[in-house]
């Protein structure tokens, strides 16, 4: 079984629907993230959580919002998905451990918007 | 604010060619690490590498082999006599203790090896 898994693993959904993107972890990290990969752009930040109680902003998060359940869980929303939102989404965790700490990454969502 | 770029998006080459992904940082921040990930044509992320700013050592992996100079802000990557298998999109990627452990992706360079 993959250490981080996401759900759905591919989805096509319409033009204003809201959608949620769910992660879970076995690694036991505190640190998950989710990454948006856009042709030639490569990866970038939506949001990203320290621990349980903590939630930023990264790069690109408008249009976003997120939950952390559980230290395990994850979980990025579209309130109202927009065809511009069509990417391939990752996330991933680190242990708590500075910038050196390797980064685990889920298969990735193939999102849709339509 | 950092900023990583590949500068080749895509490159073909035929099998047991060598070849290098060029890699390109830039960061204000004197402690930093870099990075290399494979994506394959399934499309999960592969950690292949990485490396701190105090190390320049030169690193070699089997046919990998990666060329950090910070003088000229490069961490580029070398397969030699490259695979079929090879052939996927490679990213650079760059944090630094400022960053926390957010990374700073390049565009990504797709490697296509022919047969």
């Known amino acids: 079984d993959a250490d981080v898994t996401q759900t759905p693993r591919n989805r096509i959904t319409k033009t204003g629907k809201r959608i949620m993107l769910e992660c879970s972890q076995t690694k036991g990290h505190d640190r998950m993230y989710w990454y948006r990969q856009d042709p030639g752009l490569g990866l970038r930040l939506i949001y990203y959580?320290?621990?349980?109680?903590?939630?930023n902003k990264g790069e690109i998060s408008d249009g976003y919002s997120v939950s952390r359940q559980a230290q395990a869980k994850f979980s990025l929303s579209l309130e109202s998905a927009i065809p511009n939102q069509t990417a391939l989404y990752f996330c991933?965790?680190?242990?708590?451990?500075?910038?050196?700490?390797?980064?685990?990454f889920g298969q990735g969502t193939r999102l849709t918007v339509v | 604010a950092q900023k990583v770029t590949q500068a080749q998006t895509e490159i073909s080459v035929v099998e047991k060619e060598d070849v290098t992904l060029d890699c390109v940082y830039e960061?204000?921040?004197?402690?930093?690490?870099l990075f290399w990930y494979k994506q394959p044509p399934s499309g999960e992320l592969v950690f292949l590498i990485r490396?701190?700013?105090?190390?320049?050592q030169n690193e070699i992996s089997g046919r990998y082999s990666w060329n950090f100079q910070k003088s000229t802000s490069s961490f580029n990557f070398t397969i030699t006599a490259s695979q079929v298998v090879d052939s996927a999109v490679y990213f650079c990627a760059l944090t630094s203790n400022n960053a926390g452990n957010m990374l700073t992706f390049g565009g990504g360079t797709r490697l296509m090896v022919k047969p």
């Open positions: 991933a965790t680190s242990a708590e451990g500075g910038p050196n700490t390797e980064a685990f």
């Open positions: 959580s320290f621990d349980v109680k903590d939630i």
């Open positions: 490396r701190n700013s105090f190390d320049e």
């Open positions: 960061t204000r921040d004197t402690t930093y690490y």
